[in-house]
């Protein structure tokens, strides 16, 4: 199962880069939030994804040249609104796998989809390679 939650891009204020107080941050960070939050309670059905994959999508309106981990960070606010609204359990790397990050021209329509899929086992697949390397460790 996915959702997709589609947002306007990302704020220049909101990138790592952008020069002000947090002050001049906190009523974007809020508005998005809420915006995602809103989002995505349309598609809560049940309790909360335990675990899932992101991938996210920007869609710029031209082909200037941009930071991609920037426009990441810049959507942070979003995903904690995913949350939120009771979409996934948690954003923590342990329940929360980043799958991908996709950029691309759309003139016409430029914004971000944050792209959620339930999946199941990440948890539990990092347990196992932790064992294994444990196990590599105190055999090798």
């Not at 675990?51 to 960070?73: H, K, L, M, V």
């Not at 914004?111 to 347990?127: A, D, S």
């Amino acid at each position: 199962m996915s959702v997709v939650i589609t947002l306007p891009p990302p704020s220049a204020a909101l990138h790592a880069h952008a020069k002000g107080r947090w002050q001049s941050k906190s009523g974007p960070t809020r508005k998005l939030r809420q915006l995602a939050c809103t989002l995505a309670k349309e598609h809560v059905t049940g309790p909360p994804w335990q675990e899932a994959a992101i991938t996210y999508q920007f869609w710029f309106a031209d082909f200037r040249r941009r930071d991609s981990a920037n426009a990441i960070q810049a959507m942070k606010a979003a995903v904690d609104g995913v949350v939120d609204a009771g979409l996934i359990q948690d954003d923590d790397w342990q329940r929360l796998r980043i799958d991908g990050v996709h950029c691309g021209v759309d003139k016409e329509n430029p914004r971000t989809e944050l792209v959620f899929e339930r999946v199941e086992g990440i948890i539990e697949t990092m347990r196992r390679r932790l064992d294994d390397e444990r196990r590599e460790a105190v055999d090798g």
